[in-house]
């Protein structure tokens, strides 16, 4: 069965540090991937989205994700943190009947 | 694109009340989700359509949940009896499935209707 984890439930950086989120997927065939932000509020936004081909994909807002088939993973970074950037971050696999995360909450420090 | 709308976006409401929820999608776009999120959970998939037919709904949380999309644009979730634990955020996303033989689904979520039973 299809699931995700985000092992980090709150991560705290200061403004203008690098960031990194992570996630690890369990997926039967080739894993749809995606990574959503809600910030309070708001509906979910979609960061980027990976289907196949370059395991390095490049997203809104500065955000980048690496595909890696053999760590099952799919973490989400940012070089360089704004404050505009605290919120809650999703990582989700498949299509239809998309799996979320539990999510991780992203507190950006002046 | 006005993106997709949703109408109420609160709805607070007695234990054992019928709610309805409704769901306008991006105008273009065929399948449309429901979602439930609770507090400090990822959203939880419910069940979608593509056009008017239900597609899946194996994963409504009870019978007491029911969604329709009888003309293939809006929908409606409707919760029959409502309990406390029904209390959560209802999301509504949509997507337009490509013809392309490869895969290009992506799924625009709307702002949400907050549910409270009280």
């Known amino acids: 069965a299809q699931s995700v984890t985000q092992p980090d439930i709150h991560i705290t950086v200061s403004e203008g540090a690098s960031l990194e989120l992570r996630c690890n997927y369990s997926?039967?065939?080739?894993?749809?991937l995606f990574w959503y932000v809600q910030s309070p509020g708001q509906g979910l936004q979609l960061l980027l989205k990976?289907?196949?081909?370059?395991?390095l994909v490049q997203g809104i807002k500065g955000f980048e994700a690496e595909f890696k088939r053999s760590q099952s993973s799919f973490n989400l970074r940012k070089p360089s943190v704004h404050w505009r950037d605290a919120a809650e971050y999703f990582c989700?696999?498949?299509?239809?009947?998309?799996?979320f995360g539990a999510g991780t909450r992203l507190t950006v420090k002046p | 694109d006005t993106g997709v709308s949703q109408d109420p976006r609160h709805k607070i409401t007695k234990r054992g009340q019928n709610v309805t929820f409704r769901c306008d999608p991006i105008?273009?776009?065929?399948?449309l989700y429901w979602y439930r999120q609770t507090l400090g959970q990822g959203p939880e998939f419910l069940t979608y359509?593509?056009?008017?037919?239900?597609?899946?709904k194996s994963r409504l949380l009870s019978d007491r949940f029911s969604a329709e999309r009888p003309k293939g644009s809006f929908s409606t979730l409707e919760i029959q009896r409502t309990e406390q634990g029904d209390s959560a955020m209802y999301l509504c996303?949509?997507?337009?499935?490509?013809?392309?033989?490869?895969?290009?689904?992506?799924?625009?979520f709307g702002p949400g209707t907050r549910l409270t039973v009280l």
């Open positions: 989700a696999v498949g299509l239809n009947d998309m799996r």
């Open positions: 997926y039967g065939a080739t894993p749809y």
């Open positions: 996303a949509s997507s337009s499935r490509d013809s392309m033989p490869e895969y290009t689904d992506t799924q625009y």
């Open positions: 105008s273009e776009h065929n399948r």
């Open positions: 990976y289907f196949s081909g370059d395991t």
């Open positions: 359509f593509q056009n008017e037919a239900q597609l899946e």
